[in-house]
């Protein structure tokens, strides 16, 4: 346990205790809402950097996953009776499938070129989502939307009439995107897809399979993609085809994640973190100008690629590590007394 007593250890410990007990000080279900979509968003920020920065492949087309996952387990639970719970892991196959077959031919394309590629094929399946009401007889609702039926409290079927709950399995998912987020990044997949995001010629050079390890980091990043959008539509219950599947949805997660630092592990989180508060903030001072948050995405996309390519993650990283220091300094001053403290007494 010596190792506890390090601030690089126990100061994620305490941050993790605080985001636990916010509930307890935090009872107005409206900001609980509000802090709940801000993990929602960090989770989806970071579930697109498994290949949006670690791989360097500017997908734009993200929220068909997310509407895969959430129309997958929604369509299952009102006409088979399935458990979101369980419609989470089918939702997030069903999105790593999908993500495997966009992914086979557009992940062949470089730059700009798969970028246009993911837009085209999100617009497509956008209005394909549109323009059916029902698949044989399962209704999916069309341009109307689908609507989840409220059962009341129901756990079994993760619905339930307090925010709490809702709030814990977001932190939860969060917390579980972090770590495979980390254990990508340190593991050998994870310095394959650094070599390709380099330079992708070299990576072949070196007998990396460059297709194949992109359509791998796909896959996981469609499959948690996937799992958000079961969480979305069981939070909201209710599924708009232009929400969650349109350029507004795939836009967002691709900002978040620019903005705080793509291809770190705790960028894409920090931007998901911090812009959608700013968002939350200009929705309640400019709630008549509809779409305003993301027009402030989009200059600060701009100007962080332009004067900060590392994002927000570089600054915080060296706020970090100067508090680390500090701490440290201060413990190993606390020991050097200690010390002369017992030597006086012997003495």
């Not at 000080?25 to 579930?47: N, Q, R």
């Not at 592990?265 to 903030?281: D, K, R, S, W, Y």
Request: with cysteine; charged share 10%.
């Amino acid at each position: 346990m010596k190792y506890l007593s390090s601030p690089r250890y126990y100061l994620p410990c305490i941050l993790i205790l605080l985001l636990t007990a916010l509930p307890l000080f935090v009872t107005s279900p409206y900001y609980l809402h509000i802090i709940t979509m801000v993990f929602f968003w960090a989770y989806l920020a970071t579930a697109w950097n498994i290949v949006g920065g670690f791989a360097g492949q500017l997908s734009l087309g993200h929220g068909v996953y997310v509407a895969a996952g959430a129309y997958t387990s929604s369509l299952i639970f009102v006409n088979l009776g399935i458990s979101p719970w369980l419609g989470m892991i089918i939702g997030g196959l069903v999105a790593a499938v999908l993500g495997i077959i966009v992914g086979y031919p557009t992940l062949r394309l470089k730059g700009a070129y798969y970028a246009l590629a993911t837009v085209g094929f999100a617009e497509g399946f956008r209005v394909i989502l549109v323009n059916t009401e029902q698949i044989g007889s399962w209704k999916t609702g069309g341009a109307e939307g689908f609507m989840i039926p409220l059962l009341g409290n129901a756990p079994q079927h993760m619905q339930f009439m307090s925010k709490v709950p809702y709030y814990y399995l977001i932190l939860v998912l969060f917390i579980i995107i972090i770590f495979v987020s980390s254990w990508i990044n340190r593991s050998k997949m994870g310095y394959y897809l650094t070599a390709l995001r380099e330079d992708e010629d070299a990576a072949l050079a070196l007998g990396i399979n460059t297709t194949r390890i992109k359509l791998v980091a796909a896959a996981l990043s469609a499959f948690f993609s996937g799992i958000g959008g079961v969480y979305y539509a069981q939070l909201i219950r209710y599924l708009e085809p232009n929400a969650i599947a349109g350029a507004m949805m795939s836009n967002q997660i691709v900002f978040l994640a620019i903005i705080g630092g793509r291809g770190t592990v705790l960028g894409p989180a920090l931007g998901g973190v911090l812009l959608t508060i700013l968002g939350e903030i200009t929705r309640v001072l400019f709630g008549q100008i509809m779409g305003l948050h993301l027009f402030l995405y989009g200059i600060l996309v701009v100007l962080f690629v332009i004067f900060k390519p590392k994002g927000l993650i570089e600054f915080m990283k060296n706020l970090y590590e100067t508090l680390i220091q500090v701490l440290e300094g201060r413990r190993a001053e606390g020991a050097r007394k200690g010390f002369i403290g017992v030597e006086e007494r012997n003495n």
